[in-house]
């Protein structure tokens, strides 16, 4: 019913026309009908899942964990002596019940306390991720073999070593939202059910990560409850973040953070005697004393590889007795 004073449109009494001519409607479907003749915008929500975090939140969640994204691969790449590249995959708003359902037992969750901010939040590694991450620290190509499993002492304090690393990194792409940052490490978990930071019913956001360890791919996810980042949530707007990036003048600089830490990154660098062509007889012939020709001689300038690049051309030679290579021309990456 219209209102005092107010003077229906010529819409709303067509409706209203239609529905006296035709069989009774309810007035709930008048108004949706109406809505729909007028392609109102009608956005259905779920009061049991509240969006407590804005698409502009979730935008700036996903600025922030690039930049953390880059950093923490930097540390991981100094720390296994391997390529690490870790992407974000996707930042999602979920009930923290619905995030625990998500995880698989065993795995391998780690607690952090945000201080100063009041509560905590988690880094939960699939168990392949963890072991792949174990086996390049302990000397191995990085591999995650056989069924999944609980981490023993020794693993334990191994990821404990690799989780660490994150510390600064988040530290680093968060100051802009709260300056003096300083996570924790609680504790390390592998079955889920121990872990319960808030309600069930509490709003999360999960930030997935991709992991890339040499050749092998694994994930890891970063749960933060909507009661734990609360007091800072009106800072998480692109155009807060931006400006107060600018005005503090610290922009991360991703080129300089990577150039500094991979300067304790270690490479092996061997200069390459030459090649031999010999038959398989030849081969399983060979005993002590045989001598095998190589295709240089002794004026040439013999190339000096790393890893598994020609980077130099040098001679061999000694240098305080121990073996040694002096570098006569850099190879040009076109050559």
Sequence with gaps: MAKSGEVLSQDQIDVLLTA????????????????????????????????KFSRDHIQTLYAIHEGFARLFSTQLTTQMRLAVQIDVASVDQLTYEEFMRSITNPTVVAIFEL???EGNILFEFTPNTAISMIDRLLGGPGRAMGKAR?????????????????????????????????????????????VQIVAPSDSVVVVSFEIRIGENQGSMRLCL???????????????????????????????????????????????????????????????????????????????????QNCKYLGRPGTLNRRMAAQITEIVEEDN
């Design 20 to 51: 006296i001519d035709g069989p009774p409607t309810p007035h709930h479907q008048v108004t949706v009908n109406h809505l729909k003749e007028k392609n109102a915008d009608v956005r259905v929500y779920d009061f049991k899942h509240p969006a």
């Design 115 to 117: 201080l100063p901010l």
């Design 150 to 194: 609980e981490l023993t002492d020794i693993e334990q304090t191994l990821m404990n070593s690799v989780i660490k690393r994150g510390i600064p990194c988040l530290r680093e792409t968060w100051k802009n939202i709260v300056p003096d940052l300083n996570p924790l490490l609680q504790t390390i978990e592998t079955n889920p059910r121990f």
């Design 225 to 307: 409850p909507y009661p734990t980042i609360e007091p800072v949530i009106s800072r998480m707007s692109s155009q807060f973040f931006i400006a107060n990036a600018t005005r503090r003048g610290e922009t991360p600089k991703v080129e300089e953070e990577l150039r500094r830490s991979m300067e304790h990154v270690e490479v092996r660098m061997a200069l390459l005697l030459g090649y031999a062509d010999i038959t398989v007889r030849d081969l399983v012939q060979l005993q002590q004393g045989d001598v095998v020709v190589l295709n240089t001689t002794i004026h040439h300038d013999l190339p000096i590889m790393v890893e």
